[in-house]
């Protein structure tokens, strides 16, 4: 691994190394205040065209050209200088505080160095058996507050929040005979997310994050507070697959919870066919509130509901013929309905000339995809 991450990381100098030695490395974004422009007559239309979308593009003298590669240069032989020491001190097995402070300054340059994120928990683990509690706290909190400085310009790096996981699940009892520190450290950690969820209510990473931290809490939520807390975000943003999916996750465990008998889960399920209603109905060619749709048709569906369905469907499929999403699922409830024990013989053959002549339809709508179309119709 650590083999691999080295190479990663040598390859970025090396190409950010190639860039300073490319022969246009004259055309750079530059301050005009404080650089003088050279720019030909023939360049004047090409750089008015890029100001048009907010780029200002100009020629370096060859004299700020060279400063500039230089100056680059400096950093890129800084950073492999710091990224030798911190490797040789992992090789050495160095778990001291200057140690712990150099991976700081790596991991600021590159935070998805995910070596260098498992030789800092070996520091911290080599450090912990002689500290107290108090200061092992405080290296933890020291740690989150990292993670999280990175999180807001890296949010989808797997490494800071696998570290992140890691501090919470290493803070010891305490004080004394409580579990308080815990408790503050995953109430926090859950307020941290949904400042997170409210920057970018679609990250997959933090919906994930945030299943791993409610079921870590010291103590249980009711599952209920998820749910409403779903619906907020769904009400929100229709088009936000991760909070569909924790959704059908959080039905699921309650209906397990509770033992709900199928009456029940079917009552449920007909109040969700009235919030998905809303949502396919606003934008019909969101592919995840068709999946949540299909989630709560099932593979063994009422018949009454299903019937129900297909014919609110088919009122959506007449204002927009074209909608793939909209087409596919008409075409796939039809081939249930066929296969229901009530359905006649000569009914199940009309249902699934039915849906053929639908996937039909889907090879000219979606032409991408014609052929999984075709076999499906088949």
Same mark, same amino acid.
Request: glycine residues 4%.
């Given at each position: 691994?650590?083999?691999?991450?080295?190479?990663?990381?040598?390859?970025?100098? &090396?190409?950010? @190394?190639?860039?300073?030695?490319?022969?246009?490395?004259?055309?750079?974004?530059?301050?005009?205040?404080?650089?003088?422009?050279?720019?030909?007559?023939?360049?004047?239309?090409?750089?008015?065209?890029?100001?048009?979308?907010?780029?200002?593009?100009? =020629?370096?003298?060859?004299?700020?050209?060279?400063?500039?590669?230089?100056?680059?240069?400096?950093? %890129?032989?800084?950073?492999?200088?710091?990224?030798?020491?911190?490797?040789?001190?992992?090789?050495?097995?160095?778990?001291? %505080?200057?140690?712990?402070?150099?991976?700081?300054?790596?991991?600021?340059?590159?935070?998805?160095?995910?070596?260098?994120?498992?030789? =800092?928990?070996?520091? @911290?683990?080599?450090?912990?058996?002689?500290?107290?509690?108090?200061?092992?706290?405080?290296?933890?909190?020291?740690?989150?507050?990292?993670?999280?400085?990175?999180?807001?310009?890296?949010? /989808?790096?797997?490494?800071?929040?696998?570290?992140?996981?890691?501090?919470?699940?290493?803070?010891?009892?305490?004080?004394?005979?409580?579990?308080?520190?815990?408790?503050?450290?995953?109430?926090?950690?859950?307020?941290?997310?949904?400042?997170?969820?409210? &920057?970018?209510?679609?990250?997959?990473?933090?919906?994930?994050?945030?299943?791993?931290?409610?079921?870590?809490?010291?103590?249980?939520?009711?599952?209920?507070?998820?749910?409403?807390?779903?619906?907020?975000?769904?009400?929100?943003?229709?088009?936000?697959?991760?909070?569909?999916?924790?959704?059908?996750?959080?039905?699921?465990?309650?209906?397990?919870?509770?033992?709900?008998?199928?009456?029940?889960?079917?009552?449920?399920?007909?109040?969700?066919?009235?919030?998905?209603?809303?949502?396919?109905?606003?934008?019909?060619?969101?592919?995840?509130?068709?999946?949540?749709?299909?989630?709560?048709?099932?593979?063994?569906?009422?018949?009454?509901?299903?019937?129900?369905?297909?014919?609110?469907? /088919?009122?959506?499929?007449?204002?927009?013929?074209?909608?793939?999403?909209?087409?596919?699922?008409? &075409?796939?409830?039809?081939?249930?309905?066929?296969?229901?024990?009530?359905?006649?013989?000569?009914?199940?053959?009309?249902? /699934?000339?039915?849906?053929?002549?639908?996937?039909?339809?889907?090879?000219?709508?979606?032409?991408?995809?014609?052929?999984?179309?075709?076999?499906?119709?088949?």
């Amino acid at each position: 691994m650590d083999r691999m991450d080295g190479w990663l990381s040598r390859y970025m100098v &090396a190409s950010e @190394l190639a860039t300073l030695r490319n022969d246009r490395l004259d055309l750079h974004l530059v301050d005009t205040s404080s650089t003088e422009q050279v720019v030909g007559d023939d360049e004047q239309d090409h750089n008015d065209n890029l100001e048009i979308h907010g780029i200002k593009r100009t =020629r370096l003298t060859p004299q700020a050209a060279e400063a500039k590669r230089l100056k680059e240069q400096s950093k %890129i032989e800084a950073y492999l200088a710091l990224e030798q020491d911190v490797l040789g001190r992992k090789h050495r097995k160095d778990y001291n %505080i200057e140690s712990l402070d150099q991976t700081t300054r790596l991991l600021d340059l590159n935070p998805e160095f995910y070596t260098i994120w498992n030789y =800092r928990r070996n520091i @911290l683990l080599g450090l912990f058996p002689s500290l107290s509690p108090e200061e092992v706290v405080s290296h933890l909190t020291t740690d989150l507050r990292l993670t999280t400085s990175y999180l807001l310009v890296h949010p /989808k790096v797997y490494w800071i929040w696998n570290h992140r996981k890691w501090c919470l699940e290493s803070v010891p009892d305490g004080p004394g005979d409580t579990v308080t520190w815990k408790e503050e450290f995953w109430k926090g950690e859950l307020k941290l997310v949904e400042k997170m969820l409210d &920057a970018d209510s679609r990250n997959f990473h933090a919906w994930d994050y945030r299943r791993y931290v409610l079921s870590s809490l010291p103590t249980q939520r009711p599952l209920s507070d998820e749910l409403k807390y779903t619906q907020t975000k769904i009400e929100s943003n229709f088009s936000n697959f991760s909070a569909w999916h924790c959704r059908t996750k959080t039905l699921s465990a309650i209906w397990e919870k509770e033992g709900t008998n199928q009456q029940e889960i079917n009552k449920t399920k007909d109040e969700e066919f009235e919030l998905i209603t809303q949502a396919l109905w606003t934008d019909p060619n969101d592919q995840s509130g068709w999946l949540y749709h299909r989630w709560l048709i099932g593979s063994e569906p009422p018949l009454g509901v299903l019937q129900i369905e297909i014919k609110n469907i /088919k009122d959506l499929y007449e204002a927009e013929p074209d909608s793939k999403w909209c087409i596919n699922a008409l &075409a796939h409830y039809t081939l249930l309905l066929s296969k229901d024990p009530s359905t006649t013989q000569e009914d199940q053959l009309k249902l /699934k000339e039915e849906a053929r002549s639908l996937y039909k339809k889907l090879e000219e709508v979606d032409i991408d995809r014609k052929e999984r179309y075709r076999d499906m119709g088949t």
